[in-house]
């Protein structure tokens, strides 16, 4: 629960923001991040004896009405980008053991889309964040395809497959559910209930 007070705190609609434990990672370390990032860059830092999203980063895309919104990230799998993000994965390394922790959120409608990323090197931390733009069309295209009473979709950054996996979709409908993505059969399959309450 703290950590998602903390996602909902550093979420801008309209901004890419980078959040980030300051306990972990050196000011200067971020400043740099800014510096070199091809669009204006939010930065908020965050200690750990405040509520955490469990990661040192924490990477806010903004909020997306329909596909073509989505453009925009396009280029977040850029060259340009990538020096960014080979600053960020960096400057973990330098803090921390692995794995190298980053989570990243952007809305979608409706649609809360979270992803998380455990790399065991700087590289595959690049590489995971330079396959943002995938990652967006593939949890786009399985939102749509969910009921529309979906609040949450949620993927992993598998750096052996080297790509990103979609996990679960949560959401509520007289009652709360949670399906997860069976990735031999490319379907969702619904786990458990809850009955919510009136």
Excluded: C, H
Aim: charge should be positive; proline fraction near 8%.
């Amino acid at each position: 629960m703290k950590g998602t007070r903390l996602r909902r705190l550093f979420y801008r609609p309209d901004e890419l923001v980078v959040g980030y434990d300051e306990g972990v990672l050196q000011p200067q370390d971020i400043r740099r991040v800014r510096d070199i990032a091809p669009i204006p860059l939010r930065t908020m830092p965050f200690r750990r004896g405040e509520p955490d999203p469990g990661a040192p980063v924490l990477l806010t895309l903004g909020s997306f009405g329909g596909r073509e919104d989505l453009s925009v990230l396009e280029a977040l799998g850029s060259e340009q980008w990538r020096e960014v993000w080979r600053r960020i994965a960096g400057a973990l390394a330098a803090a921390v053991q692995p794995p190298l922790r980053t989570m990243v959120r952007f809305n979608y409608r409706r649609v809360i889309i979270r992803g998380d990323v455990q790399a065991a090197t700087p590289e595959d931390l690049i590489n995971a964040l330079t396959q943002l733009p995938l990652l967006a069309k593939s949890a786009v295209e399985a939102a749509e395809g969910l009921p529309p009473e979906t609040q949450l979709l949620t993927a992993r950054f598998d750096p052996q497959a080297g790509q990103w996996i979609l996990e679960s979709a949560y959401g509520y409908q007289g009652r709360k559910w949670v399906r997860r993505f069976d990735s031999a059969r490319e379907e969702w399959v619904e786990m458990r209930e809850r009955q919510g309450s009136s």
